[in-house]
DNA sequence: GGGAATGCATCTGTATGCAGATCGAGGAAA
DNA sequence: TTTCCTCGATCTGCATACAGATGCATTCCC
């Protein structure tokens, strides 16, 4: 076995090119090409691309190339949807379960994340807001909950990256993390899913914009 | 190509098997077996098994067989509450989205069922909630919800088979139904979304009696 | 007798070859 | 010129072959 490359490295390899947008939607992934690519012959490429197709991330057809999926408007926005609710889900159930550490280290890292508005630095903010709403998800406390949001949110990350360009968004999403971590802090559950709901059904909203199917 | 069964059929087939309970949390998958029992090679049973993995039925370690997905106690509670919550957001989506068509649909047949639990029927109950739960989830018009909640019922159902043995439980989940369906045809999206919560998160009490791991 | 080492049977992971399907270029007919 | 058909290049789907990993039972040493 001298294979260059792993099924599961590819797969992660792969996976990462299409959601940071190497890859575009419609994008065909031809398996001879990806063997020569990695080093490795058709067979591992087959599995790493059925894996993909059932993590949603390709679209396959009998006898066809496996393509980048290019949802539809109308699944695009059910995704984002779906999102928001668990989202909330994930704020109602963080209000009464985070721990005093996870609360303190979600408030410290929030209250930091003002300057980086305040310079308007997009990218470190962008970062940021990853780590934000992974704090959310983990406190939680429900590991297939995380699961299911955390593979929902990769498939939409190919469609949400121009967001933060928007002008005012980022003293916006500030605003609106400042109305979640509120709600969590006096462990108000209903008024933390609220809140969470209303904030990325807006970052749903504006992306809309780049979402042209 | 004189393949005896494709991998989409294998991998249907081999699902089947796990949700029915036909094979057992626990039990190896021997890729060797399986390729002689379906008639094919190894490598498309392989592929399957890989899909399989990707929807968390089997669990797979390099170099070991594919075992069916035995989840740990904790990890399965966590299943449980997220499939209740998922019932919440689908319940409360229907009640404001189902067509008069699918209201009505919905009203008829559990009014049926009604005949299902004097007659103590309990085969063809479990098979009527199935369908009651599953025009829940169409009533959401959300695809992507769709897929989350189909997903984690098909994970779910190796740990609930025995759950409409429990005396007094058919009647119990016909009240409980009642309740949704009632709450849903007067569009009171948050009743609906409560008593589908409560409804499943029974079934997730009932269910725990059966889920050591 | 108990525990560690070793060899064999078995299984997984990947490469390669072949049959069938698909797609597109080019030519023939209208 | 347009449309349809054909043929070949290309690609997918699967079978087979082989190398490496694993597990178990036997054996050896203490």
Redesign the pocket.
Same mark, same amino acid.
Do not use: C, I, Y
């Given at each position: 076995? %001298?294979?260059?490359t792993?099924?599961e490295q590819m797969v992660k390899a792969i996976a990462d090119m299409i959601v940071t947008g190497t890859m575009q939607p419609g994008e065909k992934?031809?398996?001879?090409s990806l063997a020569a690519r990695f080093?490795? /012959? %058709?067979?591992?490429v *087959?599995?790493a691309l059925r894996e993909l197709g059932a993590m949603g991330l390709v679209e %396959?057809q009998?006898? *066809? /190339?496996?393509v980048v999926t290019n949802v539809s408007g109308g699944y695009l926005s059910s995704m984002f949807e779906a999102m928001a609710e668990l989202e909330r889900v994930c704020a109602r159930l963080a209000a009464g379960r985070m721990t005093v550490a996870e609360r303190r280290a979600l408030e410290l890292s929030h209250h930091a994340s003002m300057r980086l508005v305040r310079d308007g630095a997009e990218e470190d903010y962008a970062a940021y807001n990853v780590e934000f709403h992974t704090r959310l998800y983990n406190g939680a406390h429900n590991d297939h909950v995380f699961e299911l949001v955390t593979q929902t949110r990769a498939r939409l990350s190919p469609f949400r990256r121009a967001q933060f360009r928007l002008p005012g968004r980022l003293s916006k999403s500030y605003s609106e993390h400042q109305d979640i971590v509120t709600a969590i802090l006096r462990g108000d559950g209903e008024a933390a899913g609220k809140a969470a709901y209303a904030h990325v059904s807006i970052v749903s909203d504006a992306s809309t914009v780049f979402a042209a199917d």
């Open positions: 076995m %001298r294979a260059g792993t099924v992934l031809d398996e001879f080093q490795v /012959s %058709r067979t591992p *087959r599995e %396959r009998p006898n *066809r /190339s496996a």
